[in-house]
C-alpha cells in the first residue's frame, strides 16, 4: 500500500478476524469510499483492491456458512473430531 497516509486514515480492527459477511461488505463499502477520496491513482488501486479483498472474504464466509448449516442439518455436525476424515471437494 502507498506510503501515503493510506493505512493511518483507516481504522482497522486488529481483532480476530470478523466472521460476518455483512461486516466484511461494510469494510468494502469504506474502502471504496477512501478510494473516491484518493489523491493519487495508486491510492485508488489499492483501496480498490482491498474492497475486492474484502467482498471476496465476505463471499467466503457466506459459502461456509452455507456449508456449516447443510452439515448440521444431516447431522454431520456432532461428530466428534477424531472421528472426522477430510473431504475432497471438486472445482467447479
Known amino acids: 500500500m ?6 493511518s486514515r483507516l481504522e482497522w480492527r486488529m481483532e480476530a478476524m470478523p ?3 455483512r461486516e466484511c461488505r461494510q469494510q468494502a463499502q469504506e474502502c ?10 495508486l491510492e485508488r488501486q489499492d483501496y480498490a483492491a482491498l474492497a475486492e479483498t474484502w467482498t471476496q472474504l465476505a463471499d467466503m464466509f457466506e ?4 456449508l456449516a448449516q ?5 447431522g454431520l455436525n456432532d461428530v466428534p473430531l477424531e ?3 477430510p473431504i ?3 472445482a467447479a
Open 88 to 90: 475432497r471437494l471438486r
Open 63 to 66: 459459502s461456509d456458512n452455507a
Open 83 to 85: 472421528a472426522r476424515r
Open 70 to 74: 447443510c452439515l448440521s442439518a444431516v
Open 32 to 41: 471504496l469510499r477512501l478510494a473516491q477520496e484518493a489523491t493519487s491513482d
Open 19 to 21: 466472521g460476518d459477511p
Open 2 to 7: 502507498a506510503e501515503s497516509g493510506v493505512s
